[in-house]
């Protein structure tokens, strides 16, 4: 029987959101891609005997072959799909793990498409990612896939390294940890902080200041004046809400420690200001409280 998954999933006992795959490692790790619709492709179970049983996927056809490195013949064939679930149980929930997938309903007068990721392992090939959601711009997504392949074919690592960082930069992202060791064992790197061109280093500037934070540590030294004017603004967006109900002061404390460059560990007089903001005070208190702080990251040189 044929399911239809309108979800992200990773068939490696995991299931994810969109933002947390990385197309990069996802595309370098896999030996074919394919942008189907959902009748192009069919899932299925072969029992092996009365408590085991194999997931595989069969693709009939494709809209488009993204990247074939495999050499293997995949049309009508059974390949196989790993899968949360075995001896008639579900190991997820056996395992506390729950699903963070968002299920759609199948609307009969729209076509619905995903991309899929195959891994070569001796000369057969797994399914490694089914990305799949509807509302996914799968023309920007194929775009990044294949861009992909301009890093693949680099000469160095320090060749490498640089068209990464230009291909996190251009997709509003930045690498995993182990991205940063990688380059630390062979030399590329000295520590543990990403190193950028001027050109990168702009890029990383315009990301955060078009909201992603992630970046702020990159720039923050490169452009400290433009950040600190950037978490001052947060904070008096922040006392502009007057929330009676919500208030992070998480979000407020930590755009007046990036503002002054203080840590939260903060013994000063307005460290101990700082501590007192929360939910647990008044409205009023609350206000006081930040206007103080307001005007003093306003004033720190």
């Known amino acids: 029987m044929k399911k239809i998954f309108f979800t992200i999933f990773i068939l490696i006992q995991s299931v994810i959101y969109s933002q947390s795959v990385d197309l990069r490692n996802l595309t370098m790790n896999s030996d074919l891609i394919l942008f ?49 679930e075995n001896d008639y149980y579900e190991s997820s929930m056996m395992n506390g793990e729950t699903c963070m997938g968002i299920a759609e309903g199948v609307d009969s007068n729209r076509k619905y498409y995903g991309i899929l990721f195959f891994k070569k392992e001796k000369k057969k090939l797994t399914l490694l990612v ?12 194929i775009e990044k896939i294949k861009k992909v392949k301009e890093i693949e074919n680099s000469k160095s690592p320090e060749e490498r390294y640089e068209k990464s960082i230009d291909y996190y930069l251009k997709c509003n992202d930045l690498p995993k940890y182990d991205f940063i060791n990688y380059y630390r064992q062979v030399k590329v790197l000295k ?23 992630s970046y702020y540590k990159l720039i923050s030294e490169k452009f400290p004046e433009e950040v600190k004017q950037f978490y001052i603004n947060k904070m008096k967006e922040i006392l502009s809400k ?15 420690e990036r503002a002054t460059n203080t840590d939260y560990m903060d013994d000063s007089v307005m460290g101990k200001l700082k501590e007192k903001l929360s939910n647990e005070i008044t409205l009023k208190e609350r206000i006081e409280i930040m206007q103080d702080l307001i005007q003093n990251a306003e004033q720190e040189d």
Do not use: M
């Open 130 to 141: 089914h990305l799949s959601k509807s509302d996914s711009d799968w023309k920007n997504i």
């Open 36 to 84: 189907v619709e959902y009748s192009d492709f069919e899932y299925g179970n072969r029992y092996i005997n009365d408590h085991y049983k194999v997931g595989y996927i069969k693709v009939n056809n494709y809209e488009e072959i993204i990247k074939n490195d495999s050499n293997i013949k995949f049309i009508d064939k059974e390949i196989f799909c790993p899968q949360s």
């Open 191 to 213: 520590s543990d902080t990403l190193v950028l061109t001027e050109k990168q280093l702009i890029l990383a500037k315009d990301n955060f200041f078009e909201g992603n934070e």
């Open 242 to 256: 007057n929330e009676e109900e919500y208030f992070s002061s998480y979000d407020f404390n930590e755009a007046y």
